[in-house]
């Protein structure tokens, strides 16, 4: 199993709603990321979790707080999210940090 | 800014012909890589380059690598219409074991024209 899934692929959420992507690989990576991306723009890297513990906060903004339960899974809870919060935000992971990162196909968040 | 500046932002050939895309970075760096990008979807890794290799092939395409000049390129030879995306490189910025970060650059759309 070389994917990362990431779920939901879409989601539509009020600023005063909590909602939380998931993202699972079974590949026995152990560095997972979160990246942000807007229309037409590179990824921004959001965070960076190494065997489950979160090594990089790129300044990103309380509202939006990762998880790791365990070595497979990663989550992105959101609350009192603003419009400008809309964007494809992707789930990755990789053997070893930084390089060769398998990324799941994103989550499509609309904040209204 | 610390993301690597692409050009061109867009190129437009047609099916086998080649494409180039650049790619330049401001610090030192760990690793370049090279990601693809279909419309809307994930990203997925095509090549790594380190930083004492100066170039690397993988099936179509060529990846050369000058620190000197802080510069790399892509070479897709005798594209494609699915090779049809964007292109980003990717630098694995060099501040020292837990710190580093791999930093993604503005990207090049590719239109391979049927």
């Known amino acids: 199993d070389t994917e990362v899934t990431q779920t939901p692929k879409h989601l539509v959420m009020g600023m005063t709603n909590k909602k939380s992507l998931k993202c699972e690989q079974h590949?026995?990576?152990?560095?997972m990321y979160w990246y942000k991306q807007k229309a037409k723009k590179p990824p921004e890297l959001m965070f960076v979790y190494s065997y489950e513990k979160l090594s990089i906060n790129e300044s990103v903004p309380s509202r939006f707080s990762p998880e790791c339960p365990n070595s497979s899974l990663l989550n992105l809870h959101l609350h009192a999210l603003q419009p400008e919060d809309s964007a494809l935000y992707l789930c990755?992971?990789?053997?070893?940090?930084?390089?060769?990162?398998?990324f799941g196909s994103g989550t499509q968040l609309s904040v209204l | 800014s610390q993301q690597g500046e692409e050009d061109p932002q867009a190129l437009s050939i047609q099916e086998g012909e080649n494409a180039t895309m650049n790619c330049s970075y401001k610090t030192s760096i760990n690793n370049l890589q090279w990601y693809r990008q279909n419309s809307g979807r994930g990203l997925v890794h095509l090549i790594l380059?380190?930083?004492?290799?100066r170039e690397k092939h993988s099936g179509r395409l060529r990846v050369t690598l000058d620190t000197s000049k802080k510069s790399s390129s892509l070479l897709i030879t005798a594209s494609r219409a699915a090779d049809t995306a964007s292109y980003f490189c990717a630098t694995d910025l060099n501040y020292g074991g837990a710190t580093n970060k791999l930093i993604f650059g503005t990207g090049t759309l590719l239109a391979v024209q049927p």
């Open positions: 990755a992971s990789s053997p070893k940090r930084h390089e060769k990162l398998f």
């Open positions: 380059i380190r930083s004492n290799e």
């Open positions: 590949m026995g990576h152990r560095a």
